[in-house]
């Protein structure tokens, strides 16, 4: 029988930080009003002339060098962005040209800040039908671009990053034992980033090309709906609250994801988080979570993770984990 291993991972991010007293200068904030209601001291913005793909080939870069592997048959490249360098090509075919390789499939998909979760996921598929053998999933994103920096409710949240995960054929050490996935496209409204339709919503779109967010309704609707998300993961399997070593939420608000795990009953020490130095990286906050955590041997083999992305869409996906390098 066919199955998935995580074999390594790496992370980027750019060298510029904004931090919190940065933005005191551009909008009415400030430093304890951000930190109070987000969690956030600084994030990283990416330089004019660096989008998605360069960060997301650093990041698998820094993965290949952390574990010294050989990624010359590599045979699919899954590229989780909402902002990718352009519609087409494909931000992981800019990665398949940059790193040389021949025969090697490569798409991006675009589940917002749940992306990386869904990468994790179709990956798992791939490889135990018999499709693939090793598979880079990539979550990226260069929110920088798309952010209006006079709208204070958004403009101090977000941040540019990248993780990647490697995930390789195993004939008897799976990384993946259950998963789940979600949308509530009727609350699409909520989250939003547009260029060219203004009919969805049924409203003129404010600031087109921006991200535009109803923080109050995504507060609301992952505080009620996530809680659920790692419920239902778990009943999937043999696994129960008690047994998680790591739990991995996208990493959007502090006070959000402290509300999430008081419902659940997870403990804060047991969560892993990438906010506060980077803001919310979307697609690439829980990559970014777990290079951290390694960074500072939290994690080690054969560690239970529930890894929870939410948000635009809205979308959700879950993945339950055993840590196995």
């Not at 979760?117 to 499709?131: C, V």
Request: glycine fraction near 8%.
């Amino acid at each position: 029988m066919s199955y998935a291993k995580i074999t390594a991972q790496g992370a980027y991010v750019s060298e510029k930080a904004m931090n919190n007293q940065d933005f005191e200068k551009i909008v009415d904030t400030s430093d304890e009003w951000i930190q109070q209601r987000t969690g956030i001291i600084e994030r990283r913005i990416a330089k004019d002339n660096e989008y998605t793909s360069d960060l997301s080939y650093k990041a698998v870069l820094d993965l290949q060098q952390n574990y010294n592997i050989d990624l010359s048959d590599v045979d699919m490249i899954i590229n989780a962005t909402l902002t990718p360098d352009y519609k087409t090509p494909s931000v992981a075919s800019y990665i398949q040209a940059k790193l040389g390789l021949e025969n090697t499939g490569a798409i991006d998909i675009n589940a917002a800040c749940a992306g990386f979760t869904y990468g994790l996921n179709i990956a798992n598929g791939l490889i135990t039908s018999g499709q693939n053998k090793k598979i880079l999933v990539i979550g990226s994103e260069t929110l920088s671009k798309i952010t209006d920096y006079t709208d204070r409710n958004t403009c101090i949240l977000f941040g540019d990053g990248a993780g990647a995960f490697l995930v390789e054929y195993s004939e008897d050490d799976p990384s993946f034992i259950t998963s789940s996935f979600g949308s509530d496209g009727n609350k699409g409204g909520n989250l939003y980033c547009s260029e060219l339709s203004k009919e969805m919503f049924n409203e003129e779109l404010e600031n087109p090309g921006f991200v535009v967010q109803n923080g109050r309704g995504v507060y609301k609707w992952a505080v009620s709906t996530v809680p659920k998300i790692v419920s239902n993961t778990l009943d999937k399997s043999s696994y129960t609250i008690d047994d998680l070593d790591w739990f991995v939420p996208h990493s959007a608000n502090a006070r959000m994801i402290e509300s999430i795990c008081e419902k659940s009953k997870i403990q804060k020490d047991q969560t892993l988080m990438s906010l506060a130095h980077y803001g919310n990286t979307s697609s690439a906050t829980i990559p970014l979570s777990i290079n951290l955590a390694i960074s500072e041997n939290k994690i080690k083999k054969d560690d239970l993770l529930m890894l929870v992305g939410f948000g635009g869409g809205l979308t959700y996906s879950s993945v339950l984990i055993k840590w196995s390098i």
